[in-house]
């Protein structure tokens, strides 16, 4: 099995560990190509086996030198899949800050990968969401680096079973009780075990058409809530850029905001934000409604400071001068 571990080497690696097949597999590899690493896990406490998975991680770390990282939890009520995402990234991004990680690990597969591309294609998706599942994610402080991502869950069987390592079977996948384990059972896996060399390959040939497209999400000025990127005249990656923003900020955009937004090309959306396409940027800032003097709305208007953004500006005192040296340089 040949991984590309370069991202990782002389790195501070964290990786999330829950004992099951994939993570188990990605230890003893990383072992393998000398990847300095240490582990944080999880326990939810809602499986008997829970506490064995636990005891078997603390028994790796102790053996292989790692330091671990346990967090105990007990999820009840509803929701429990998204929870327990939640409170595991939490904890994760909590030990990354307190220790300065520089990388966080994580054992998803090619099988997980399929299994989020049909899931997104049955709900109606275009390329960037069909191809959620990332092999690097640039965060603010740290990456997240998937290494598996090209591996199947079957390879990863055999490499544990080859090498006579341990590893747990979380029983909750083989329960229909999640969308995504219906894929699981119904299609990928089958799929896989005759396709997996053309479906990791279509998603390579995918991702570079992704990549062609030069979608730039990276705003090119950030101050306080005042967002501004580059207009990348097309509608299409025009509303994507603002939805990924906008869904950061805990704000989801109906059909109906998406089409207002691209027709008006200055709105509010929900009294609350407002988002300007002009000539050469995409706005987006919260909504404010100020009195400004003669001189700023002059020199707005002269740079083309969109009007639906400027009284934000001028309440919250944001240098106009830095934003026009900045955006034009
Ligand atoms: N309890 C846990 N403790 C630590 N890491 C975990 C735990 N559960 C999962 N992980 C990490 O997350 C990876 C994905 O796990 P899983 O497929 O169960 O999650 P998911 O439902 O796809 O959620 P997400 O994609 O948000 O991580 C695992 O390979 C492992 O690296």
């Given at each position: 099995?040949?991984?590309?571990?370069?991202?990782?080497?002389?790195?501070?690696?964290?990786?999330?560990?829950s004992a099951g097949v994939d993570s188990t597999a990605l230890f003893f590899l990383l072992l393998k190509d000398e990847i300095k690493f240490d582990i944080a896990i999880v326990n939810y406490n809602l499986r008997e086996e829970s506490?064995?998975?636990?005891?078997?991680?603390?028994?790796?770390?102790?053996?292989?030198?790692?330091?671990?990282f346990i967090k105990e939890v007990t999820l009840t009520g509803s929701n429990i899949e998204k929870n327990a995402r939640d409170i595991r990234y939490n904890f994760f991004e909590e030990i990354i800050t307190e220790n300065d990680y520089d990388n966080l690990i994580t054992a998803h597969q090619l099988n997980d990968k399929l299994e989020w591309?049909?899931?997104?294609?049955?709900?109606?998706?275009?390329?960037?969401?069909?191809?959620?599942?990332?092999?690097?994610?640039?965060?603010?402080?740290?990456k997240i680096i998937r290494p598996l991502?090209?591996?199947?869950?079957?390879?990863?069987?055999?490499?544990l079973k080859e090498n006579s390592i341990k590893y747990f079977v979380d029983?909750?996948?083989?329960?229909?009780?999640?969308?995504?384990?219906?894929?699981?059972?119904?299609?990928?896996?089958?799929?896989?075990?005759?396709?997996?060399?053309g479906v990791s390959k279509s998603f390579d040939f995918l991702q570079k058409d992704l990549k062609s497209l030069n979608i730039n999400y990276t705003?090119?000025?950030?101050?306080?809530?005042?967002?501004?990127?580059k207009n990348l005249h097309d509608e299409n990656l025009n509303i994507k850029v603002i939805d990924k923003h906008l869904k950061?900020?805990?704000?989801?955009?109906?059909?109906?905001?998406?089409?207002?937004?691209?027709?008006?090309?200055?709105?509010?959306?929900?009294?609350?934000?407002?988002?300007?396409?002009?000539?050469?940027?995409?706005?987006i800032?919260?909504?404010?409604?100020?009195?400004?003097?003669?001189?700023?709305?002059?020199?707005?208007?002269?740079?083309?400071?969109?009007?639906?953004?400027?009284?934000?500006?001028?309440?919250?005192?944001?240098?106009?001068?830095?934003?026009?040296?900045?955006?034009y340089s």
């Open positions: 099995m040949q991984l590309n571990l370069s991202e990782l080497t002389s790195k501070k690696n964290l990786l999330a560990f506490k064995e998975e636990l005891e078997y991680a603390k028994s790796l770390a102790k053996k292989y030198d790692k330091q671990i591309f049909l899931m997104q294609l049955s709900k109606g998706a275009g390329l960037v969401e069909l191809l959620g599942l990332q092999e690097y994610i640039d965060k603010e402080n740290y991502l090209h591996t199947s869950k079957q390879k990863l069987e055999e490499f029983k909750s996948n083989f329960e229909d009780k999640y969308r995504r384990n219906y894929f699981r059972h119904e299609f990928s896996n089958r799929f896989l075990s005759e396709f997996e060399n705003p090119i000025f950030k101050e306080k809530s005042l967002t501004i990127f950061k900020e805990g704000f989801l955009l109906s059909k109906a905001q998406r089409d207002e937004i691209l027709k008006q090309q200055q709105t509010v959306i929900s009294n609350q934000v407002s988002v300007c396409i002009s000539d050469e940027f995409i706005w800032c919260p909504y404010v409604i100020k009195t400004m003097n003669k001189k700023f709305k002059e020199f707005c208007r002269i740079n083309k400071i969109p009007k639906l953004a400027r009284a934000y500006i001028f309440n919250r005192k944001i240098d106009e001068k830095e934003i026009v040296k900045t955006i």
